[in-house]
């Protein structure tokens, strides 16, 4: 009988005792031998159920360990402490809020065993709903929430490109930013240990880091779609809107350490292939223009039209503005459509509501640091 590597599984968790027995049992579904496998939870100072509810399992599971860090700032931090007592030759990253699948070890081994310069494989997110009855769940399964594929164009398995010699802001905090979210990804150890990286400590961000370090030092990232993990995603729209806002925030240090020149890089969204320029400016950052943008704009527009109208009468004018309301009118059709596909169909309005409310969320968090770092990250359109 063939050996298996030895595999560690790290999980960082704070007041997960909503799903965290869920996660525990779909990995004991997974096919593998107990004998090979460790799961180590890093908890960063839950103060619910979520460390009792550990301490439970493993009185029934000795590969279970707890790496307990009050206080703990973030994460990264909490995944590096996690770091500091694995044994696995293959580092496993999943979430208390996920069901990985019955294949999920051995379809990620199998690329690492074809390719020794592949640093980390990566598998396709799923929605795993929780409370059928919950709207928030039925919007993130809606719209593909975390999903890799669709992020980058709807990619089929294989090899991620090259990490770029010099990266555009796109190709950093954009649609062009080829990482794997720790929510589903395991890393060669040794890959890891030879170009010495860890988490960054940073609030947010962490994955998308590790993953540029790793790729800029030559190291391959491959997509394995069939190793999945279903997410159990935020339970009101709270939680999710401030999700959103971590998502944009973690943009602005990214840009700054990996993006050397200034200029503002502008893309248009609407447009097929979305064309993408540099304007001369003096800081970096990026600028989406999408329909999100477009119906505000156009909006704005036909609003100020309207007002105008009583000072500069004439045909000409308003039929100008008439113009402005029906481009108004088209790009936010064009931005909603897609929720008219969403079911139960009387919900309409509240899938729209979600939709724009955690898109402004995104937006906001590409603006909140923009003081301390100077960068402009105008966040596209969902």
């Known amino acids: ?24 049992e779909y990995l004991l579904n997974v096919d593998y031998p107990r004998a090979s496998w460790e799961w180590v939870i890093a908890d960063g100072g839950s103060n619910d159920k979520t460390i009792p509810i550990i301490k439970d399992w493993q009185k029934k599971y000795p590969f279970i360990k707890l790496v307990e860090i009050p206080n703990c700032p973030s994460p990264g931090f909490a995944r590096n402490k996690a770091l500091e007592v694995v044994k696995g030759e293959f580092l496993f990253f999943t979430d208390a809020d996920c069901a990985p699948c019955s294949d999920w070890l051995k379809e990620m081994l199998k690329h690492f065993d074809a390719d020794p310069n592949i640093a980390a494989v990566g598998g396709e997110v799923y929605t ?7 709207l928030v769940e039925a919007w993130c399964q809606h719209f593909r929430f975390n999903m890799v594929s669709p992020r980058y164009g709807f990619i089929k398995e294989g090899y991620y490109p090259d990490f770029p010699k010099e990266p555009l802001p796109s190709d950093i905090g954009g ?5 794997f ?8 150890r040794k890959a890891m240990e030879d170009i010495g990286v860890k988490f960054w400590d940073r609030p947010t961000g962490e994955d998308m880091n ?7 030092h030559g190291y391959k990232f491959y997509f394995a779609p069939k190793a999945k993990v279903d997410h159990m995603h935020r339970a009101d729209l709270k939680a999710l809107r401030k999700v959103w806002v971590t998502y944009g925030q973690a943009h602005l240090p990214l840009i ?3 993006v050397k020149k200034n200029g503002l890089e502008v893309i248009f969204q609407n447009l097929k292939g979305t064309p993408s320029f540099i304007l001369p400016f003096p800081m970096k950052g990026f600028v989406y223009i999408g329909n999100f943008y477009l119906m505000h704009i156009y909006a704005i527009f036909f609003i100020l039209g309207l007002a105008l109208s009583f000072i500069l009468p004439g ?15 088209h790009y936010s059709f064009q931005y909603v459509k897609w929720n008219f596909d969403m079911e139960p169909k009387d919900k309409f309005w509240v899938w729209g509501k979600m939709k724009y409310l955690t898109n402004l969320s995104f937006i906001q968090g590409g603006l909140k640091d923009f003081k301390k770092y100077k960068i402009l990250c105008i966040e596209p359109s969902f």
């Open 175 to 179: 649609h062009k930013g080829y990482f």
């Open 1 to 24: 009988m063939p050996t298996v590597p030895f595999v560690s599984i790290i999980i960082p968790v704070k007041n997960f005792e909503r799903t965290i027995e869920k996660t525990f």
């Open 128 to 134: 795993l709903k929780v409370d059928p009855d919950n």
């Open 315 to 329: 045909i000409l004018w308003k039929a100008v503005t008439l113009a402005f309301l029906v481009l108004a009118v």
């Open 210 to 216: 590790l993953s540029y370090e790793c790729r800029r």
């Open 181 to 188: 979210g720790t929510c589903n990804v395991a890393y060669r």
């Open 256 to 258: 700054e350490k990996y």
